[in-house]
C-alpha cells in the first residue's frame, strides 16, 4: 500500500517536473504576448478537457472535498470525513463545467526525501492543468514540495486547509474571537507558502461539511472562475 502511494506521489512530481517551461529557441518574428493571466490557455477556441488534480497528504480530507465539490449546492451533508485510503486515482466531471475533470489522486504519506523520482513505464495520468493542494493540519513538507514544482511550470493552484471546524472547535483561546483565529491561521499558511516560493498564494479556510461555512462558498466562486473564460 505505501509503496503505491509512493509510486503515484512521484509519478505526480514527474507529471509537474514535464510541465516545466522548455527553453525556447530564438525566432526571428516573436508573437507579442497576448497579455493574460499565467498559466491561461494560449489557444481560446481549445476545447480539451481541463485535468485538475486534487491532491494532499492521507486523511487531509482531499476525497471529502471533491464529493463536496461534486454536490449540488442545495444537498444535505451527510456523514464524516473519511480518511483517504485509495491507491487508485479517481475521475469525475466538474457538474458546473463538463470540461473540468477532477482526479482524486492517492494521498502523500511521511515526509519529504530526495529519492530517485523516475518515471513510470505506464504513467495512465494526463498531464494537469491546476492543482488543489489540502492540508488538514500542519503544512506538510511534501506538500510544500508540490507548491515550490507547481509555481516553477507557470500553473495555478489553490491551497485549501480543510477541517478548519474541527480545529476552530478544538482551540481554546479566549483572548482570539474567531475571525482573528481565522486570520491567524490564513497568515500561517501564506507566510509558510511564500517561503517555499509561491509568490502569490491562494489560501482557503474550510470544511467539506459546511458548504455555506467559512472559505467554501468563495472557494467554489473562485475555482468556477478559474474557467469560465476558458472557450
Not at 88 to 97: A, C, R
Amino acid at each position: 500500500m505505501e509503496e503505491m502511494i509512493m509510486f503515484f506521489y512521484d509519478l505526480l512530481l514527474v507529471t509537474i517536473s514535464y510541465l516545466r517551461p522548455k527553453p525556447s529557441p530564438p525566432t526571428r518574428c516573436p508573437m507579442r504576448s497576448s497579455g493574460g493571466r499565467r498559466g491561461s490557455y494560449s489557444q481560446p477556441r481549445d476545447r480539451r478537457p481541463i485535468n485538475v488534480a486534487v491532491t494532499g497528504p492521507v486523511g487531509s480530507g482531499k476525497s471529502t472535498l471533491v464529493r463536496a465539490m461534486l454536490r449540488d449546492p442545495g444537498e444535505e451533508v451527510v456523514g464524516e470525513e473519511e480518511v483517504d485510503s485509495s491507491d487508485t486515482p479517481k475521475s469525475f466531471v466538474f457538474p458546473n463545467n463538463p470540461r473540468v475533470i477532477l482526479w482524486d489522486l492517492p494521498g502523500i504519506e511521511g515526509e519529504a526525501d530526495d529519492s530517485a523520482q523516475r518515471a513510470p513505464e505506464e504513467p495512465g495520468l494526463p498531464v494537469f492543468d491546476f492543482f488543489i493542494l489540502t492540508s488538514g493540519s500542519r503544512l506538510n513538507e511534501k506538500v510544500l514540495n508540490l507548491a515550490r514544482n507547481i509555481e516553477q511550470t507557470g500553473k495555478q493552484f489553490f491551497f485549501v486547509r480543510t477541517k478548519v471546524d474541527v480545529y476552530v472547535r478544538q482551540t481554546q483561546q479566549t483572548s482570539f474571537t474567531q475571525a482573528q483565529l481565522l486570520r491567524e491561521i490564513r497568515r500561517h499558511f501564506t507566510k509558510g507558502l511564500q517561503a517555499a516560493g509561491v509568490q502569490a498564494p491562494r489560501v482557503f479556510l474550510l470544511s467539506a461539511l459546511q458548504p455555506r461555512s467559512y472559505d467554501f462558498p468563495d472557494f467554489m466562486q473562485a475555482f468556477g472562475g478559474e474557467f469560465s473564460t476558458r472557450d
